[in-house]
Protein backbone atom coordinates (compact mmCIF):
# COMPACT_ATOMS: atom_id res chain seq x y z
CA UNK A 1 0.00 0.00 0.00
CA UNK A 2 2.06 3.43 -1.12
CA UNK A 3 1.20 6.81 -0.14
CA UNK A 4 1.32 8.26 -3.86
CA UNK A 5 -2.38 8.23 -4.20
CA UNK A 6 -3.73 9.84 -0.93
CA UNK A 7 -5.85 12.43 -1.92
CA UNK A 8 -4.28 16.38 -0.73
CA UNK A 9 -5.90 17.35 2.40
CA UNK A 10 -6.80 20.77 1.86
CA UNK A 11 -10.95 21.32 1.34
CA UNK A 12 -12.45 21.19 -1.76
CA UNK A 13 -14.26 24.08 -2.89
CA UNK A 14 -17.65 23.70 -5.04
CA UNK A 15 -19.88 26.59 -5.76
CA UNK A 16 -20.65 28.08 -2.58
CA UNK A 17 -19.62 25.64 0.04
CA UNK A 18 -16.44 23.47 0.35
CA UNK A 19 -16.09 19.61 1.09
CA UNK A 20 -14.88 19.31 4.27
CA UNK A 21 -11.42 16.51 4.11
CA UNK A 22 -13.08 14.03 6.42
CA UNK A 23 -15.62 13.28 3.96
CA UNK A 24 -13.58 12.50 1.25
CA UNK A 25 -12.13 9.82 -0.10
CA UNK A 26 -8.69 8.66 1.31
CA UNK A 27 -7.40 5.73 -1.26
CA UNK A 28 -9.35 5.33 -4.82
CA UNK A 29 -11.08 2.85 -5.50
CA UNK A 30 -8.61 0.97 -7.84
CA UNK A 31 -5.67 1.12 -5.09
CA UNK A 32 -8.25 -0.76 -2.75
CA UNK A 33 -8.95 -3.05 -5.58
CA UNK A 34 -5.22 -3.52 -5.63
CA UNK A 35 -4.75 -5.15 -1.87
CA UNK A 36 -6.95 -8.00 -2.68
CA UNK A 37 -5.70 -11.13 -4.68
CA UNK A 38 -9.44 -12.50 -5.89
CA UNK A 39 -8.27 -15.91 -5.48
CA UNK A 40 -8.22 -14.85 -1.95
CA UNK A 41 -11.87 -13.32 -1.78
CA UNK A 42 -13.31 -16.33 -4.36
CA UNK A 43 -12.25 -18.98 -1.83
CA UNK A 44 -13.96 -16.68 1.62
CA UNK A 45 -16.86 -16.92 -0.76
CA UNK A 46 -17.28 -20.70 -1.19
CA UNK A 47 -16.35 -21.19 2.17
CA UNK A 48 -18.75 -18.99 4.51
CA UNK A 49 -22.10 -20.08 5.95
CA UNK A 50 -25.08 -18.07 4.72
CA UNK A 51 -26.11 -15.08 7.27
CA UNK A 52 -29.54 -13.89 7.33
CA UNK A 53 -30.50 -11.00 8.55
CA UNK A 54 -33.58 -7.99 8.63
CA UNK A 55 -33.22 -4.59 7.31
CA UNK A 56 -35.99 -2.12 8.74
CA UNK A 57 -36.51 1.52 8.04
CA UNK A 58 -37.53 3.09 10.71
CA UNK A 59 -39.20 6.47 10.04
CA UNK A 60 -37.04 9.67 11.37
CA UNK A 61 -40.20 11.46 11.68
CA UNK A 62 -41.58 12.95 15.09
CA UNK A 63 -44.49 11.01 14.61
CA UNK A 64 -42.33 8.24 14.82
CA UNK A 65 -40.81 8.70 17.59
CA UNK A 66 -42.97 7.00 20.12
CA UNK A 67 -42.47 3.35 18.21
CA UNK A 68 -38.87 3.46 18.28
CA UNK A 69 -38.27 2.20 22.50
CA UNK A 70 -39.68 -0.97 21.38
CA UNK A 71 -37.20 -2.24 18.29
CA UNK A 72 -34.89 -0.26 18.71
CA UNK A 73 -32.26 -2.16 21.75
CA UNK A 74 -28.65 -2.52 22.55
CA UNK A 75 -28.09 -5.59 20.98
CA UNK A 76 -29.15 -4.25 17.08
CA UNK A 77 -26.54 -2.55 14.70
CA UNK A 78 -28.09 0.60 13.30
CA UNK A 79 -27.35 2.68 10.02
CA UNK A 80 -28.24 6.33 9.72
CA UNK A 81 -29.14 7.77 6.55
CA UNK A 82 -30.59 10.69 6.00
CA UNK A 83 -30.72 13.55 3.02
CA UNK A 84 -27.75 16.04 3.37
CA UNK A 85 -29.34 18.53 1.22
CA UNK A 86 -32.29 19.22 3.71
CA UNK A 87 -28.91 19.21 6.74
CA UNK A 88 -27.45 21.76 4.33
CA UNK A 89 -29.27 24.80 5.50
CA UNK A 90 -28.49 25.52 9.00
CA UNK A 91 -25.22 23.43 10.15
CA UNK A 92 -26.08 23.92 13.80
CA UNK A 93 -29.90 22.00 12.81
CA UNK A 94 -28.16 20.04 11.17
CA UNK A 95 -25.19 18.68 13.65
CA UNK A 96 -28.29 18.58 16.80
CA UNK A 97 -30.00 16.50 13.99
CA UNK A 98 -27.52 13.86 13.66
CA UNK A 99 -26.23 13.81 17.61
CA UNK A 100 -30.18 13.29 18.70
CA UNK A 101 -29.62 10.09 16.48
CA UNK A 102 -26.52 8.93 17.57
Known sequence: FQNTDIVSRRPIRTGKRKIP???RPIVDDTDIAKLYDDSLILKAK???KN???SIWDYGGQK???TLHHLF???YG???VVFDMREMLENETNAIEYL???L
Open 77 to 79: SYL
Open 21 to 23: KFS
Open 46 to 48: NES
Open 72 to 74: LTQ
Open 63 to 65: VFY
Open 99 to 101: QFW
Open 51 to 53: VKF
